[in-house]
Every structure is written in C-alpha cells, then in structure tokens.
C-alpha cells in the first residue's frame, strides 16, 4: 500500500506548536494515519478501546513524547472541558491532536468551550488535483475514470480492484450506520435511515422535497431532516443550497444532496460527474477556510422558470465563478447568458468528461476537460 503525503500535513504541522488541532472528515480517509505521519514520537490512544480509555481515565500519556493523539475523544463525555483542562494546565508540548470521524461541535455531551484553543481541519477522500500532486501528472483521464468507478477514498482508489471496492463500501457504510450513529444518537431507525440512502442516491444533483420523501419513508418531515442531519454530522453525504442574496431564503428552499464517496452514485455518467465535481469544490472550499482563514461558498443556481446552472462559487460572499458539469455536450449552456444579467462578471466554466477540443468564447465562457480543469482547480479570486 502506498502511503501518501496528504495536502493538510504541513498546515497541521505548524498549528500544532502553538493549538489543539481538531482532525474530522469521513471515516476511512486517513485521519489516523495522517496524524501518526506528523512525528515519529507520539503516543496514540483510541477511546474505543477499553485499555486505551483507562489511560486516558488517568491521564497517563508518555509526556516525553513530542505528540499524543486522541482518536474518537469526543466519544467521551464533556471531552472538550476534559480536554480545554489539560491545555490550560500543561500547555503545549506534547502536542495534541484530536481525530475523529463526526463534526465534533455536533455531540452535545459537551462542557466548557475550547474557544481559541484550537484550529480545526477538515480531511477529505482524494481528489485529483491531490492525486496529480502525489502521484504525477500521467494517465489524467485513466485516474478521473477511476475516481468515477471507485471514488476517492484512499484505501479502495490505490487497491484499484472494483470487486475489492464493493465489498469496501459495504462494510464502511454498515459501520458508520451501525457503530457510528448509535454512538451519536439513539436512532432505533437504521433500516429507515439505509432506504433514505438509497432514495437519495437517485436523487444526486437535483433539489430534493422533504415532504416527498417523508412520504416515501411514511414519516414526518421533522424526521426526514432529522436524519439527513445526522447523515452530514456522519460525513456520508453534504448538501448544496440554491444562492440567494438573502442567506435565510436559501435555506428554506430545496438543497441538493452529494455523497462524500462518489462511487455510492448510481451508474449514470452525469450523475456521478456531478457528484465527482461537488466533492471536489466543497474539498477546495474547507481547504481554503480550515487553512488559508478564508471563507469561499458553493451554491447552485436556479430560478422560478427553472434555468438551473450546477454550481456557483462565492468568497466572502462574492461572486466568483459559474460552474455547468456535463458528460459530453461541447456546447456552451444557454444558462451561462441568462444568469449573466444577474451576476455581471462571474467567470462561467462548463466541464466536460468527453470533450474534443478545449474552447473559449468572447464573453468569457470557457469549455474545458473534466480532468484537466478538475486537476488544477484554479478558481476566479
């Protein structure tokens, strides 16, 4: 297995001599290696381990080493005082580096505030501008194809074995389902919450009606948002919504759902283009807010007549860039020109996975290649 320098690790690396560093992201992109690849002195202790919570009951860490890693600490109960404790006690070294596989503001068993304590990062699966980094700029399009069969996690993407792949995928979402949000909330409904997976991958890149699916699922909408809640603290899917100037009407219209893993998309070439490109934009814009203090947005367009473009990117809440992902169609997207008398100037990109010839036009309209575009990422500032 290659082990590979993840993008976050020099950040991580300079933070930690002066915070806590707080480690999220799915579970199985590598948090825990990324954080043991940070020193060759540190001590490692995981709560789900009985041995490893007695230590941690006594505070018993090797303080001579240069970094201690807590691995699903916010399983504790009041973790952050526990942990904001010794911090304000014993400052810093060791250094201190907490993983875990859930938002970690989400546990509400929580006690003091780590407020300026602590810089957070999120970790996400590959993506190919960070394949292209580690393993070299060749065979593009072969690495884009197999982010589209296999998606992005590490383990599964450099096994490169579909069979190996599928078996992969089950067991990590079945103990996500049935380790993970028992350890959250006292959910009795997984069978329910496994349908509402399934319903959403058909759903991938179109507004979805909560009161549509309760109705599905024979619940109530409280519950259907409930659960699809749960499912984003979980890192198993995220949601884009419509952009709207004003922020609070956006978020009563219809959000589209992606899934952090793009090999859980059905077969459908577009779809999963799609969802290959929200996991990619969404990576970009935690990169830059968790690493660079900057805070970038991506939306969709959509308005009453139902002119729709697929993603639209803001930085501190400035429009930035106009995003339409299509499988094969090198023609420019009329809705380029309507959303333009809106949003005067926004650079306006159309990525294609089969494109012949890159082009762009006088209004500034550019077609580009999925895999070209998708391995550079250079995003309007």
């Known amino acids: 297995m290659v082990v590979m320098k993840r ?44 041995e490893h919570r007695l230590s941690l009951m006594e505070k018993s860490w090797d303080r001579s080493k240069d970094l201690v890693i807590f691995d699903e600490l916010h399983k504790l109960k009041n973790w952050k005082s526990w942990l904001k404790g010794i911090y304000d006690t014993e400052k810093i070294p060791p250094s201190i580096i907490v993983t875990g596989s859930a938002k970690l503001d989400a546990y509400k068993k929580v006690g003091d505030s780590l407020a300026g304590r602590f810089f957070e990062f999120r970790l996400h699966p590959l993506d190919l501008k960070e394949i292209k980094s580690v393993l070299g700029p060749d065979k593009l399009e072969g690495k884009l194809d197999r982010l589209l069969k296999i998606g992005g996690f590490p383990e599964p993407y450099l096994e490169n074995d579909e069979s190996y792949y599928n078996r992969w995928k089950r067991s ?55 659960w699809l809640t749960i499912l984003e603290t979980l890192y198993v899917v995220f949601k884009v919504l419509p952009f709207h100037r004003n922020i609070s ?101 159309q990525i294609v996975k089969e494109l012949k010839r890159e082009k762009t036009y006088s209004d500034g309209v550019e077609i580009r290649t999925a895999q070209n575009w998708l391995s550079e990422m250079r995003l309007a500032e």
């Open 249 to 349: 009407r956006s978020i009563l219209k219809a959000p589209k759902y992606y899934f952090y893993d793009t090999g859980q998309v059905p077969d459908d070439q577009g779809m999963k283009l799609e969802n290959l490109v929200a996991c990619a934009l969404l990576k970009e814009m935690h990169f830059r807010e968790d690493c660079l203090g900057e805070k970038w947005n991506v939306y969709y367009l959509k308005n009453k007549d139902g002119r729709e473009i697929d993603f639209f990117v803001t930085k501190e809440v400035k429009p930035l860039l106009m995003i339409e992902v299509k499988w094969s169609d090198a023609e420019r997207s009329p809705n380029f020109s309507f959303f333009e008398k809106y949003l005067a100037g926004t650079k306006k990109i």
């Open 7 to 50: 993008y976050l690790e020099k950040y991580i690396q300079k933070d930690l001599k002066r915070k806590i560093v707080l480690l999220t992201g799915p579970r199985q992109t590598g948090k825990t290696t990324l954080a043991k690849m940070l020193s060759h002195h540190f001590d490692y202790f995981n709560y789900d381990d009985a």
């Open 172 to 226: 990590h979402l079945d103990i996500i389902l049935k380790q993970d949000l028992i350890d959250l909330e006292n959910v009795q409904q997984i069978t329910a919450i496994e349908t509402l997976i399934q319903l959403l991958k058909k759903k991938v890149g179109s507004p979805i009606s909560y009161s549509s699916l309760a109705e599905d699922l024979q619940c109530s909408d409280k519950t259907i948002k409930r």
